[in-house]
C-alpha cells in the first residue's frame, strides 16, 4: 500500500468534536478526541453568559482534586477557545412560544 503524501499548504485536523446531545442548565456535552495522541474525553461547552458558572464548577472540581478518579470525575482543566479563534456551534434549548 502506497502512503499518501499531503501538501504542505493543507491544514489537517488536530482534534475532532462531535456533540452527544446532552445538555444541562449551563451547557452540552462533546466528545473531544486529540488526533496526535489518541485521546478521547469529555468537554463540557457553554455561551459567554455562562463562562462563570464553568469557572465555579472548576474551582469546585480543584478543590475535589484528591478525590477525582474515585468519586468524582476527573477534571483535566478548562480551555478558552475564544482567544483561539474557534467557536464550536450547537442548538441549546432553542425555543419557539406558540401564540
Known amino acids: ?3 499518501v503524501s499531503v501538501p504542505e499548504n ?3 485536523p488536530t482534534h475532532l468534536t462531535r456533540p452527544l446531545y446532552v445538555s444541562g442548565a449551563r451547557g452540552v456535552l462533546f466528545q473531544v478526541t ?3 495522541y489518541g485521546y478521547t474525553f469529555v468537554g463540557k461547552g457553554t455561551v459567554q453568559a455562562f463562562i462563570r458558572d464553568l469557572e465555579h464548577e472548576a474551582a469546585v472540581y480543584e478543590r475535589l482534586r484528591s478525590i477525582q478518579g474515585a468519586n468524582v470525575p476527573v477534571f483535566l482543566g478548562a ?4 482567544p483561539m479563534k474557534k467557536i ?3 442548538d441549546h434549548r432553542v ?3 406558540l401564540t
Open 88 to 90: 464550536y456551534y450547537y
Open 10 to 12: 493543507v491544514l489537517l
Open 34 to 36: 486529540m488526533i496526535a
Open 79 to 82: 480551555i478558552d477557545l475564544r
Open 95 to 97: 425555543q419557539e412560544e
Open 1 to 3: 500500500m502506497n502512503a
